[in-house]
């Protein structure tokens, strides 16, 4: 494990390498801050010691730029001006530890130790989670929700028997896996597995794309051409969005599935066909079919064996087999090797509600990803998704106050939504942490003041 200290006294240097050579690190020095930022770029630690204080050089700034570089490191801070509130701030700032001068070694040791054990204990949980995935997975899906679970079961219950399934749920849950899981399950599954979407075929071509036609049953059509369920023979063919379907092209959809035959646009000839048939929506046919647009009989033929996938939100027990299974794919797909997220980046995403489901959630993680230049995932490598942006604040009847008085209100009204989280506050803020911690510093002063006017103690809002 790589470690770096930062300290303007080289004797400082020298004791504390002295007392770490018992533990396997790898050790670098510095006594010069920007010194030690560019070995932290290029060498990436898992723990940096940092003196607090030292010469023309703000401490507690240096440490931001520590977790700017990358989050996931533990910095452990050390000063011989010790303050209950400087101690508060630097824990808050994002450090792991703070250490008064003069510190006892044993206890350096001790800690830096527990470090490197945490460090252990890090690996095998990744490499269990790891596992845990790989072990979850089912024909591409990942869950180990019940729902997700009795789901499934069902496929493989369904799958050797089906000729027709409906597969409901929102947009993004992956309705086209188990599509294919259907297929590839089935006896059928050496055959070709064909799918269409039904919202993006126009109403004028739609019956030439599903049954084909013959050379010259239109203008234009100068030779035979196969449609999809002919295509699908042997096979599965796979309307999504079956609820986008013309009418008109639905009472021969259910020729199809009743008689297992078709006739080509222009053609008297009926066609023999072996082919199983899984439709997919999003919306609810039933209701469809109420409002005429959906044909009844249709409905209750698909609607033989019906499959509903669940939403992410109804499955929160996924996310984290989610994440590593969507992380590892894409570490291996960037050539990147990012091991995991931050704490408070799991946090934020378990806060969420996900109204793009799976495949929001793998865009999400797959952006940052592609963003990351650490081997953690931070909350700055997320995408300007919905969870990034700040509830509308509203000021109505409340008094006229100054601009600036109101952009401090705003400003701790943004980190009250975000639970302190001031990393996130800043970027929906859409400034800098540096500006974030002035703009707090300049309110608990004035606070102090106002305070003070009236007689009345105020501590660090920190």
Not at 123 to 140: H, I, M, P, R, V
Not at 193 to 205: P, R
Request: proline share 5%; with cysteine; hydrophobic share 40%.
């Amino acid at each position: 494990m790589k470690l770096i200290v930062i300290d303007d006294e080289q004797e400082n240097l020298d004791l504390i390498c002295a007392a770490l050579e018992q533990l396997s690190l790898e050790i670098h020095t510095a006594t010069d801050p920007q010194r030690g930022l560019e070995l932290i770029r290029r060498l990436r630690p898992k723990v940096v010691l940092l003196d607090l204080v030292m010469p023309g050089v703000q401490g507690m700034e240096v440490l931001r730029q520590i977790l700017d570089i990358d989050p996931g490191i533990d910095v452990i801070l050390m000063t011989g001006y010790y303050s209950t509130e400087s101690a508060v701030e630097a824990i808050q700032a994002g450090a792991t530890d703070y250490l008064p001068k003069p510190f006892s070694i044993e206890k350096l040791r001790q800690r830096i130790g527990q470090l490197m054990k945490d460090a252990t204990l890090r690996q095998c949980a990744t490499q269990l989670e790891d596992d845990l995935a790989k072990n979850l997975e089912f024909e591409g899906m990942v869950g180990r929700s019940p729902r997700m679970l009795d789901l499934f079961a069902k496929i493989r219950r369904i799958a050797p028997h089906f000729r027709t399934v409906l597969i409901t749920g929102p947009t993004g849950v992956g309705k086209d896996l188990v599509a294919k899981a259907l297929h590839r399950l089935s006896s059928a599954g050496n055959g070709p597995f064909v799918g269409t979407n039904c919202s993006s075929i126009a109403e004028t071509l739609a019956e030439s794309e599903l049954f084909g036609y013959v050379k010259g049953a239109f203008t234009g059509a100068h030779q035979d051409k196969v449609g999809l369920f002919e295509f699908a023979n042997g096979g599965t063919a796979f309307l999504d969005e079956i609820g986008e379907m013309p009418l008109t092209m639905q009472a021969k959809l259910l020729r199809v599935l009743q008689n297992q035959e078709l006739q080509r646009l222009g053609s008297p000839v009926t066609r023999k066909l072996d082919v199983r048939v899984v439709a997919a929506t999003n919306r609810d046919l039933s209701e469809l079919v109420k409002l005429g647009k959906f044909r009844e009989d249709l409905f209750f033929r698909l609607n033989m064996v019906q499959l509903k996938v669940p939403p992410l939100a109804e499955r929160p027990e996924d996310l984290l087999v989610l994440q590593r299974h969507f992380l590892k794919r894409f570490s291996l797909q960037y050539k990147k090797p990012v091991s995991g997220l931050t704490r408070r980046t799991q946090t934020l995403l378990a806060g969420y509600s996900w109204p793009g489901n799976v495949r929001e959630l793998e865009n999400v993680i797959g952006h940052a990803c592609m963003m990351t230049e650490s081997d953690v995932i931070d909350i700055r490598d997320l995408p300007e998704t919905n969870f990034m942006q700040a509830p509308a604040v509203r000021i109505t009847n409340e008094p006229l106050l100054p601009l600036a008085q109101v952009g401090r209100l705003h400003v701790e009204r943004v980190l009250n939504q975000v639970s302190g989280n001031k990393v996130l506050a800043a970027k929906i803020l859409k400034i800098s942490r540096t500006s974030l911690y002035r703009m707090l510093d300049e309110s608990n002063r004035k606070k102090r003041n106002e305070a003070l006017e009236v007689g009345v103690p105020v501590g660090d809002g920190h």
